[in-house]
């Protein structure tokens, strides 16, 4: 009640205003074509009151379409997963056999909605004004990663629990968040192109409620991986 009679103030406010205007203009017609209303040097008062009513009933029901419509969208958001997150980390360089190398690390949240699962990972590199090429993930043989970051000599580690494929494949409960790393490799991807070029990392999940596809997007970072294999 306490959102309902301030939205019908103001529903009735806009249907009082838009009346005036429209009575005002009849009553002016009016008094050119009719010798009853030539004689009525203003708006009866019962007019006035007869408007207001309808106002209010009317006002009354708009500001309960209105909020009927915002409790049904507040409905349908709290049916579907909204998941969200960031990429924090990019790092690139080589597979072997000519294949270029991506791996993407952040996190993915699930603010507002029931648990769910996400599915279906790909990742892919676009270039300004051009189309995405889309990546293949590679096995990961079930262990721990280990890669070597050439520019500083140091080894990263990404843990097996934390990759996202299979992470996600438990539910993130509403509020939740699942730290993760995803990778992919591309054989028909130039990264000096794409570092000159300011290309874009895309990774893309959908999730297994709603199979609604969602998207988290990260610039290239310096170069500085290198996987064996």
């Not at 207001?52 to 009317?58: A, H, K, M, R, T």
């Not at 993407?104 to 676009?126: K, Y």
Request: hydrophobic share 45%.
């Amino acid at each position: 009640m306490a959102e309902y009679l301030p939205a019908l103030w103001v529903h009735w406010v806009a249907l009082m205003g838009m009346s005036s205007l429209l009575i005002g203009l009849g009553l002016r017609i009016g008094r050119r074509v009719s010798r009853t209303f030539k004689g009525w040097s203003e708006i009866p008062g019962w007019i006035l009151i007869c408007a207001g009513l309808v106002g209010v009933f009317w006002a009354g029901y708009a500001a309960w379409q209105e909020k009927n419509q915002a409790l049904i969208a507040l409905e349908q958001k709290l049916k579907t997963p909204e998941f969200g997150g960031e990429l924090s980390t990019v790092m690139t360089g080589s597979r072997g056999r000519g294949k270029s190398l991506v791996v993407v690390a952040g996190a993915i949240t699930n603010p507002l909605g029931p648990p769910s699962g996400a599915v279906g990972w790909n990742m892919g590199i676009q270039l300004p004004y051009s189309r995405i090429i889309w990546g293949e993930a590679p096995p990961t043989g079930g262990k721990d990663i280990a890669v070597h970051v050439e520019h500083n000599g140091l080894t990263v580690t990404l843990p097996i629990e934390n990759y996202w494929p299979t992470k996600t494949l438990q539910p993130i409960p509403a509020g939740g968040a699942a730290d993760g790393w995803f990778w992919s490799t591309f054989g028909n991807l130039d990264l000096d192109e794409a570092y000159v070029k300011r290309a874009t990392v895309i990774v893309e999940f959908k999730d297994v409620i709603a199979n609604k596809t969602h998207s988290l997007t990260i610039d290239l970072a310096e170069k500085g991986i290198h996987v064996p294999g």
